[in-house]
């Protein structure tokens, strides 16, 4: 006979809130305060004056490198980029979703018992593979990387297939900065449970991706600018979010798990968009994102009166690589393009410090044997 559901003393959680995993020295969160440190440094402060080259060094190495280190890291990154780029699957045909892409291609990649160059090899894979899904897709060929450009620069042109501005170059960089890192974010942990079984970084890394995939973590962006295309015009804003909330649909690019602030992200995505304007490029949704995030939060504010919902970094991420004229289904990859680097220093520091993530289950099913 089936037993009663067996009482026990440990606590569920099920979504991991509030639970410390890990010390990390590569970024902080703070949710109450709405800070983002990465290597200790304010995100707003590195989004306007480091690269992305210098971000993965402070990351993996620990501090911003000196010219130098930069130069040397820059020149290496871009020969992993195009030893990376005849390796690279050819065809997109079984791929409609470029992480799907993403995660086959850097699937590919032995990595000889995470060398020293490991690293860099699978950065750099990110940036050609994500670039070339989104020209495959659309049946154009692939663009070969040119080792003397920045890895954001050489980035936007293989996705362009022209030559950005500085200004649009300028754009992607405060992106990949900005989204390098963010505390025990779910991807992240899934790349440390991966790396804490003693599997290769390739591994973890690839886990990763699916991670990121989820339209509740990185899946988001693309969603974003489908609403405000549907959402078409300010007018309409309250009535469409209305809607969409009475059928029991999350609005995307709204509400965090730590932010109970606007993600500070998002305010820097948005002034990297204003920059962007400011220099005459011109941002197609800027405007009517603006009125949207206004009437969401007003919205859930009204609906969740004791749970903040503000703005994520997703939310201005599909206007500013919109802006940049990368296609909505790019999104995604393109964030894989900038949080590799954070998966990466994780997996060395979960290698160096961490034991075999084991968590417990309670079990609610029934109790089947012959007593
Ligand atoms: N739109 C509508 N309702 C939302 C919401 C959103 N964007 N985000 C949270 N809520 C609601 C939840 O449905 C829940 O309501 P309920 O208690 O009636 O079920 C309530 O707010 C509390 O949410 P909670 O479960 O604590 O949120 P979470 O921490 O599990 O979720 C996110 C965090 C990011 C997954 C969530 O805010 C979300 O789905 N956002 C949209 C997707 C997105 O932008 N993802 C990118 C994140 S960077």
Redesign the pocket.
């Known amino acids: 006979m089936e037993s009663q559901i067996k009482e026990t003393e440990k606590l569920t959680v099920s979504?991991l809130d509030d639970i410390c995993f890990a010390e990390t020295k590569l970024s902080q969160v703070d949710g109450e305060s709405g800070q983002l440190l990465i290597g200790g440094y304010p995100v707003e402060e590195l989004s306007e004056s480091a690269s992305f080259e210098a971000i993965c060094l402070l990351l993996l190495r620990g501090s911003l490198p000196n010219r130098t280190d930069l130069a040397e890291f820059t020149t290496s990154l871009g020969k992993c980029r195009a030893a990376f780029f005849p390796m690279m699957l050819q065809s997109a045909e079984n791929y409609s979703n470029g992480m799907d892409f993403l995660r086959a291609s850097l699937a590919q990649i032995e990595l000889q018992s995470d060398s020293a160059n490991g690293t860099e090899i699978l950065i750099a894979a990110a940036a050609v593979a994500a670039a070339a899904w989104s020209r495959l897709r659309v049946g154009r060929q692939p663009i070969a990387p040119d080792p003397t450009l920045s890895h954001t620069e050489d980035y936007l042109r293989m996705s362009l297939g022209q030559q950005p501005n500085h200004h649009m170059i300028a754009a992607l960089n405060t992106y990949l900065v900005t989204v390098a890192d963010h505390g025990m974010n779910a991807s992240t942990f899934a790349a440390r449970v991966i790396a804490s079984t003693g599997s290769d970084l390739a591994s973890a890394v690839v886990g990763a991706i699916g991670a990121l995939k989820g339209?509740?973590?990185g899946g988001?962006p693309g969603p974003v600018l489908d609403m405000l295309d549907a959402i078409g015009a300010p007018e309409n804003a309250a009535m469409w979010l209305d809607a969409e909330?009475q059928q029991g649909r999350?609005?995307?690019?709204?509400?965090?798990?730590i932010y109970r602030t606007r993600d500070p992200r998002a305010a820097v995505l948005e002034r990297a968009l204003q920059n962007l304007e400011a220099s005459g490029h011109k941002s197609p949704r800027l405007s009517l994102a603006r009125s949207v995030e206004k009437a969401a939060s007003s919205i859930?504010a009204e609906r969740?009166p004791n749970?903040p919902?503000h703005a994520?970094?997703?939310f201005y991420t599909a206007v500013l690589l919109d802006a940049i004229g990368l296609p909505r289904e790019q999104f995604s990859p393109t964030f894989a393009v900038g949080r590799i680097a954070g998966w990466c220093a994780h997996v060395a520091e979960q290698k160096k410090f961490g034991r075999l993530v084991r968590p417990q289950s309670t079990y609610v099913g029934p109790m089947r044997h012959q007593r």
């Open positions: 979504g339209p509740l973590h988001a909330l999350r609005i995307m690019g709204m509400g965090h798990r859930l969740y749970r919902l994520n970094v997703e």
